[in-house]
């Protein structure tokens, strides 16, 4: 209990601390599903468009899983470089990088970057839950 003492905001580690905060991790959310709706449409628009031998001999459903794949490794490509981010910049006083591995007041202290990388990939993965049930298996 010691650790959580020294907390100086949100000993309760909440992460909707008003209305508003509700609202923006609402519109984040759809708006990364928007973002990965429209890439994936984006991405076969480019495939079909360039003619690559490879990707023209396939048929519809091999085409599909593999637009399919390219939004996977944007995402994980993106959540790499977030996750990277959050660690080297935390909201802690007198931060430095990587300081969760060595301060336990930090490590406990809420960060709300955790809860867009969390709906970032949540937006993916009903995304791509879309894609794999509507399109790729159709």
Request: net charge neutral; with cysteine; charged share 15%.
């Amino acid at each position: 209990m010691e650790v959580v003492d020294k907390l100086k905001t949100n000993k309760y580690g909440l992460t909707v601390t008003n209305n508003i905060d509700l609202i923006y991790y609402t519109c984040f959310f759809f708006g990364v599903w928007l973002f990965f709706f429209l890439l994936y449409f984006a991405i076969k628009w480019f495939h079909d468009t360039c003619a690559f031998s490879w990707y023209a001999s396939k048929d519809q459903h091999i085409k599909n899983r593999w637009n399919g794949a390219v939004i996977a490794n944007v995402h994980h490509l993106s959540i790499f470089i977030y996750v990277f981010y959050i660690f080297t910049h935390s909201v802690c006083d007198n931060a430095y990088p990587f300081i969760w591995f060595y301060d336990d007041v930090c490590f406990l202290t809420m960060d709300k970057k955790f809860v867009y990388v969390s709906l970032f990939s949540a937006g993916f993965l009903c995304n791509d839950f879309w894609v794999q049930k509507y399109i790729v298996a159709a």
